[in-house]
């Protein structure tokens, strides 16, 4: 059974940086991606980074270029993402997601939508607030 759990959210004030794991268990692909999306109120929910495992290559929605850098520890199975420069729009729920045999993530330089992954965390939430 896939089971992916999403740690590390709370409330950071602006600037202030913020590193959530997503720790992955119950699969056997040989070669698959993990992407983080993130939900806010009200909007739809976005694909802001992917990483590739047998490349490792990262992809980067644009909202968050510069500022997030995704990582993986192949040993751990678990995906971080490290979030600087965090700003009050940078406010949601962040969910890691599977993408079986990493057909979606890096497809045409970008992270993928939502319905293109299979399965799915829980859900942390990040607040960027003073």
């Known amino acids: 059974q896939v089971q992916l759990v999403e740690s590390g959210g709370g409330l950071v004030q602006p600037g202030g940086s913020l590193r959530l794991s997503c720790a992955a268990s119950?699969?056997?692909?040989?070669?698959?991606?993990i992407g983080w999306f993130r939900q806010a109120p009200g909007k739809e929910r976005e694909g802001i980074s992917c990483i590739r495992s047998n490349d490792g290559r990262p992809y980067y929605a644009d909202s968050v270029k510069g500022r997030f850098t995704i990582s993986k520890d192949n040993v751990k199975n678990t995906v971080y993402l490290q979030m600087n420069s965090l700003k009050p729009e940078d406010t949601a729920v962040y969910y890691c997601?599977?993408?079986?045999?990493?057909?979606?993530?890096?497809?045409?330089?970008?992270?993928?939508?939502?319905?293109?992954?299979?399965?799915w965390g829980q859900g942390t939430q990040v607040t960027v607030s003073s």
């Open positions: 119950g699969f056997s692909w040989g070669t698959y991606a």
């Open positions: 997601a599977t993408d079986p045999y990493a057909v979606i993530c890096g497809r045409s330089g970008k992270v993928g939508s939502e319905g293109e992954y299979d399965y």
